[in-house]
C-alpha cells in the first residue's frame, strides 16, 4: 500500500488554465477588498481624530471667550471706549446740573418763561371758573 504522496520542491501537478486564473483573480480581489477596507478605517480615524481636536477647541473657546481669557473683539473695545466717554460726559452733565451750572441758552429761557405765563394765566382762569360755580351753587341753592 504505498497511497503516501511524495512531496517535495520538485514536485509536479497539473491544473487547468482557467482556474488558475479563477485563483489569481480571487486572490487579487482579496487583496484589494482588504487595502480598501483598511483605507476606510484609516480615513474614519483621521476624521475622528480632526472632529475631537475641533471638539476640545471649540469647548475651550465656549468657556474661556465669555470670561474674557480670550482677549475681545475690536468692535467690544472701541464699544467701551465710547461707553467710558459718554459717562464722563454724563458725570460732568451732572455735576453742572447739581451745582446749578447746566448749559442752558437764552431760547431755553424764553420757552420756559412762556410757558410758565401759560400755567399762570390757565391756574388764573380754572379759580375764576371754580369761583362762579361755587357761587351759582350758592345762589340756586343746590
Known amino acids: ?17 482557467r482556474n488558475l486564473i479563477s485563483l489569481v483573480a480571487s486572490v487579487a480581489v482579496g487583496v484589494w477588498a482588504y487595502f480598501g477596507i483598511i483605507e476606510r478605517l484609516n480615513r474614519i480615524e483621521t476624521e475622528m481624530i480632526l472632529v475631537n481636536s475641533d471638539l ?22 472701541e464699544q467701551f471706549m465710547l461707553i467710558e466717554h459718554l459717562s464722563g460726559e454724563f458725570d460732568k452733565l451732572l455735576h453742572n446740573i447739581e451745582t446749578g451750572k447746566a448749559p442752558f441758552d437764552q431760547q431755553q429761557a424764553l420757552t420756559l418763561d412762556f410757558y410758565k405765563q401759560r400755567i399762570e394765566t390757565l391756574e388764573g382762569k380754572v379759580e375764576t371758573l371754580k369761583d362762579n360755580v361755587a357761587n351759582l351753587k350758592a345762589h340756586n341753592g343746590n
Do not use: C, Q, Y
Not at 503516501?4 to 487547468?16: E, G, L
Not at 471649540?58 to 473683539?73: A, M, Y
Open 1 to 17: 500500500m504505498s497511497d503516501a504522496i511524495d512531496v517535495s520542491d520538485r514536485t509536479k501537478f497539473a491544473m487547468p488554465i
Open 56 to 77: 476640545v477647541k471649540n469647548t475651550e473657546f465656549r468657556i474661556k471667550w465669555p470670561r474674557g481669557d480670550l482677549g475681545s473683539l475690536p468692535a467690544d473695545a
